[in-house]
């Protein structure tokens, strides 16, 4: 009959061999990757720079760049994963939901990139048209005045004119050179792109706490699910209180508006501490709690790292 300390240990042998196959950030080194994650795109959606958090972005076709390249070889490295991971089911969709917030990062750079762009290139397109409005008002001007006055007179004024619009259009030319301050509140438009997370959030989380449950016996798995779930629970609990409370309290729709903040909150909260706990719950069952990658996969694992930095590098 097996004891409970060599059933742990079987367990943790077990997926420390399966987890071979999975080369995406888990412990320490996947709870540093994801707070910066998060961080990014929180930034990104509040249209302020990840490096410079002070200062509003100036997004160019470098940052389009940077966002696309960044979502592209995250997403196929941990297609790459999904595949060598195909035997293990909780780590396949542990990989899925891990893919779903490489695709919030990239896409969440990319569309604010785009619509940067898109309001600079509207911009300078209004500003082209306004010059060019007030460059042929400027003209009937000038062949109003030549037809009401002498011919001596008119010509003198002609030549100011002209003097005077070639002077504007000079003016003009600085104006247009000049760099234009785009202001755009990206959170509105780019919000709605947590769609892709929930989804791989749901499936990831039945993974990880299928393979808790499997390893429940580690003492430190299990401190840190009952510390999940209390600290959850308790969100949640706190939350319904307060939703009685105002619901009792509000009039026509509010209740409804409130039931729904509610929601969005326990999931957005749930959502954060999910990936935070899956981190630590990975590196506790394999015994790996640096998450440091083994020699087969830290091509793939470094590469992968690195791309969902780059729309920190966003201008």
Not at 54 to 80: H, K, M, P, Q
Not at 278 to 301: E, F, Q, R, V
């Amino acid at each position: 009959m097996s004891t409970p300390s060599t059933s742990t240990n079987s367990a943790l042998e077990s997926l420390a061999e399966e987890i071979k196959c999975y080369s995406l950030p888990y412990g320490a080194l996947g709870f540093v990757s994801h707070v910066l994650t998060y961080y990014t795109i929180a930034c990104l959606w509040y249209g302020r720079k990840p490096l410079w958090p002070f200062s509003r972005v100036t997004f160019n076709r470098f940052d389009l760049a940077l966002g696309g390249f960044g979502l592209l070889i995250s997403t196929l490295l941990t297609i790459v994963t999904i595949v060598r991971c195909k035997d293990t089911w909780e780590l396949l969709v542990i990989a899925i939901w891990k893919m779903s917030m490489s695709l919030l990062n990239g896409v969440t750079a990319v569309h604010v990139a785009g619509l940067f762009i898109m309001e600079k290139i509207r911009l300078k397109r209004a500003r082209k048209r306004k010059r060019r409005e007030g460059s042929e008002a400027s003209d009937a001007t000038i062949a109003d005045t030549a037809g009401h006055e002498q011919e001596g007179s008119s010509g003198g004024d002609v030549e100011k004119g002209a003097a005077g619009s070639e002077g504007d259009g000079g003016d003009s030319d600085k104006q247009q050179e000049a760099p234009i301050d785009v202001v755009v509140d990206p959170m509105r438009h780019v919000f709605w792109w947590i769609i892709l997370y929930v989804p791989g959030m749901f499936a990831g989380i039945v993974g990880v706490m299928t393979l808790a449950v499997k390893n429940i016996e580690n003492k430190a798995v299990l401190k840190l699910t009952a510390g999940f779930y209390t600290v959850v629970g308790t969100g949640v609990l706190v939350v319904v209180a307060g939703l009685l409370y105002r619901i009792r309290n509000a009039e026509g729709g509010t209740g409804k508006k409130i039931v729904f903040g509610g929601l969005i909150w326990v999931v957005a909260t749930f959502s954060i501490l999910a990936v935070f706990y899956s981190d630590w719950a990975l590196g506790m069952m394999t015994d790996n709690i640096t998450g440091l990658p083994s020699g087969d996969t830290a091509a793939l694992y470094w590469t992968y790292w690195i791309s969902k930095r780059l729309p920190m590098f966003s201008l």
